[in-house]
T-cell receptor, first 114, second 114 residues
Framework: DTEVTQTPKHLVMGMTNKKSLKCEQH?????MYWYKQKAKKPPELMFV???????INESVPSRFSPECPNSSLLNLHLHALQPEDSALYLC?????????????FGEGSRLTVL | AQSVTQLDSQVPVFEEAPVELRCNYS??????LFWYVQYPNQGLQLLLK??????LVKSINGFEAEFNKSQTSFHLRKPSVHISDTAEYFC????????????FGTGTQLKVEL
C-alpha cells in the first residue's frame, strides 16, 4: 500500500473548468513534489515544497497553481487547462530536502482535458 | 546539471533468464544514483540507490546495480527474472549538493515472457 494518497484517481475536465488534485502523506516528510508524466515518458518535475514553502517551480504555466496548506497536504489547483495538459500527475514526498533519500510516490491522478 | 541515458526503450526476456538494463549518466559533480520501478497504473517505487560506499547495491527482490565511476554507468541486473518483474524501470540521478532535483532517464520497459 502506498503511503502517499492522491485523489481523485481519475479526473475529466473541460478547458473552462476549475478543479483540484489532492495529495496527503502522514510520514512526517518535510518535502513534497508534483510531477507530470505523459504516456511512455519519464516524470517531469513541476513543483517542490520544502517545509511548506515553494522551493522549486520548473517554469510551470500559471494555469497550474500549487498549494501546501500544511506539512501533510499538497494541492494542485487547475484552471483553464489545455488538452495537452492531459497526463498522469504524480505526488511524491521525501524525508528531507536533499536527494539522499527515497522519494515516495502516490499512485497518481490521471487527468483528461477535453 | 546532470543527464541520464537509458539506451534500451524495451527489453523482452524469457522468465528465469538473466537481464541487464543499461543506464549511463553525465554530471560535472558527484552524484547519487537511483533505480525506480513503475508497475502498470501505479506510481514509482524506489528499487535501489547508490549514495556512497560499496559500489554494488542490492534490492530485496533480487535486483542489483553497480556504480562504475570510470564508465559513468549504473546498470541494473537480475540473474533470473519473473513474470512479476514486468514493469517500466527508470534510472535517475541527482547531484550530491542537493536541491531536490532528480533527473530521470527515459525509461526501459522490461517485458518478461513465459
Amino acid at each position: 500500500d502506498t503511503e502517499v494518497t492522491q485523489t481523485p484517481k481519475h479526473l475529466v475536465m473541460g478547458m473552462t473548468n476549475k478543479k483540484s488534485l489532492k495529495c496527503e502523506q502522514h510520514m512526517g516528510h518535510r518535502a513534497m513534489y508534483w510531477y507530470k508524466q505523459k504516456a511512455k515518458k519519464p516524470p517531469e518535475l513541476m513543483f517542490v515544497y520544502s517545509y511548506e514553502k515553494l522551493s522549486i517551480n520548473e517554469s510551470v504555466p500559471s494555469r497550474f497553481s500549487p498549494e501546501c496548506p500544511n506539512s501533510s497536504l499538497l494541492n494542485l489547483h487547475l484552471h483553464a487547462l489545455q488538452p495537452e495538459d492531459s497526463a498522469l500527475y504524480l505526488c511524491a514526498s521525501s524525508e528531507g530536502t536533499g536527494y539522499t533519500g527515497e522519494l515516495f510516490f502516490g499512485e497518481g491522478s490521471r487527468l483528461t482535458v477535453l | 546539471a546532470q543527464s541520464v541515458t537509458q539506451l534500451d526503450s524495451q527489453v523482452p526476456v524469457f522468465e528465469e533468464a538473466p537481464v541487464e538494463l543499461r543506464c549511463n549518466y553525465s554530471s560535472s559533480v558527484s552524484v547519487y544514483l537511483f533505480w525506480y520501478v513503475q508497475y502498470p497504473n501505479q506510481g514509482l517505487q524506489l528499487l535501489l540507490k547508490y549514495l556512497s560506499g560499496s559500489t554494488l547495491v542490492k534490492s530485496i527482490n533480487g535486483f542489483e546495480a553497480e556504480f562504475n565511476k570510470s564508465q559513468t554507468s549504473f546498470h541494473l541486473r537480475k540473474p533470473s527474472v519473473h513474470i512479476s518483474d514486468t514493469a517500466e524501470y527508470f534510472c535517475a540521478v541527482s547531484g550530491t549538493g542537493g536541491g531536490n532535483k532528480l533527473t530521470f532517464g527515459t525509461g526501459t520497459q522490461l517485458k518478461v515472457e513465459l
